[in-house]
C-alpha cells in the first residue's frame, strides 16, 4: 500500500489514493440495454479542476474521457457520477462531464446547506439529481446539513446520499431519515461489513428504512466490506435479504476509479462479473441496471437514446 503523505495545505495526513486498474477486461456477463453504473466519480483534469485544500486523498486524473472509454469496455449504457470528496464543493468537474453527455449521464452534488435557489436549479438544468453528505472524506457536508439539504432539494425531487465511514451510524441517523420527506441512498451498502452481517444492528436498522419506501441500497465497493476474497461471498446473506425485501430499491455501481481503495485494486471487468452472482435472476437484474435508476435520475426510454 502506498503510504499516507502529508497534506500540503494543512499538514493533516492524506489517505492512499491509488489509481484504478487502466486495463479493464471485457466482462463475461452481457449487461442489459440501458445498464446504469449508479457510482463512478470523476477527477480532475487538477491543472483545470484544482483539488480542494480541505481533501483527504489526492487522486490520479481520472477524467471524462477515462470514464467512457471504461464504460465502452464493459458495456454500460450511462452513469450516475457521484461528485468527488477530492474536489470539495466545488462541483465543476463533475458538472463539466454531465455537459457532455447529457442523454447519459446524472449527476449527485457535494454542496453546503444554504445555496441561493438559482444554483440549485442551474445544477439541476446541468443534470444533477441528489447530493451527498459524508462522514468519510473532509471538504464536503456532514450529515449536519441532512435535514436542511432535504427542505431545499425537495421541490427539484433530488434524494440525499449518504456516505457512512462506520455502519453504527446509520443507527444514529436513522431517526432522521424516518423524519424527511426526500428518498435517500445508503451507499456502500451503508457500510455494513461481512463480519457485522445480516445480524448486526445497523443491518436491522438498514432494513427496518426499506419499509419507508423512500430508503435504496447501493452495491458498490463491497470489496472493501467483505473478509474474504474475490467473489466475496460473505456478502450474499444481506444482498439476498435486501433483494428479498425491496428489490425495486437495489442499485447497482462500479465505484470506478475506487479511491482510498484499502485492498488490492479490482479489475473493473471483474465488478461486472459480480452482478450475476449478486443479483441472479433476470427480472431483478434489470429492475437494479434499467428500470430503478432510470426513474431515480429521470433517464429516457432506451429507444430514445442517441
Known amino acids: 500500500m502506498i503510504p499516507d503523505a502529508p497534506a500540503q495545505s494543512s499538514g493533516r495526513p492524506l489517505h492512499a ?18 445498464a446504469t453504473d449508479c457510482h463512478v466519480h ?22 471524462f474521457e477515462d470514464l467512457m472509454a471504461l464504460h465502452a469496455t464493459l458495456g454500460i449504457s450511462r452513469a450516475v457520477i457521484v461528485h468527488g470528496g477530492a474536489h470539495g464543493t466545488d462541483n465543476r468537474a463533475t458538472l463539466d462531464a454531465l455537459d457532455r453527455a447529457p442523454d447519459r449521464l446524472r449527476g449527485v452534488a457535494v454542496i453546503p446547506s444554504g445555496l441561493p435557489r438559482r444554483d440549485l436549479e442551474h445544477m439541476h438544468a446541468r443534470g444533477m439529481r441528489g ?26 425531487g433530488w434524494h440525499l446520499v449518504l456516505h457512512f465511514n462506520r455502519a453504527a451510524e446509520l443507527v444514529d441517523v436513522a431517526p432522521r431519515l ?16 461481512g463480519r457485522e452481517g ?12 426499506l419499509d419507508t419506501d423512500r430508503c435504496y441500497v447501493k452495491l458498490a465497493s463491497l470489496y472493501r466490506l467483505s473478509a474474504e476474497p474475490y467473489p466475496h461471498r460473505d456478502m450474499l ?7 428479498a425485501a425491496r428489490p425495486d430499491r437495489v442499485l447497482w455501481g462500479s ?52
Open 178 to 193: 424516518q423524519a424527511i420527506r426526500s428518498p435517500f441512498i445508503l451507499d456502500h451498502m451503508a457500510r455494513i461489513d
Open 17 to 34: 489514493c491509488p489509481g484504478p486498474d487502466r486495463n479493464p477486461r471485457t466482462p463475461s456477463f452481457a449487461l442489459p440495454p440501458g
Open 131 to 156: 447530493c451527498r453528505m459524508s462522514t468519510v472524506v473532509s471538504g464536503g457536508a456532514s450529515f449536519d446539513h441532512l435535514q436542511r439539504l432535504a427542505d431545499e432539494t425537495f421541490d427539484l
Open 237 to 243: 446473506p444481506m444482498i439476498e435479504a435486501v433483494v
Open 198 to 209: 445480516v445480524g448486526s444492528p445497523a443491518f436491522a436498522t438498514l432494513m427496518r428504512l
Open 255 to 306: 465505484n470506478w476509479p475506487h479511491p482510498i481503495c484499502p485492498v488490492p485494486m479490482p479489475n473493473d471487468g471483474d465488478i461486472v462479473d459480480l452482478i450475476p452472482l449478486w443479483l441472479p435472476d433476470a427480472q431483478v437484474q434489470r429492475l437494479a441496471l434499467v428500470e430503478t435508476p432510470a426513474i431515480l435520475y429521470g433517464f429516457g426510454a432506451i429507444e430514445q437514446e442517441k
Open 42 to 63: 470523476v477527477f480532475g483534469p487538477a491543472a483545470r479542476f484544482p483539488f480542494s485544500p480541505q481533501r483527504s486523498y489526492t487522486p490520479e486524473d481520472c477524467t
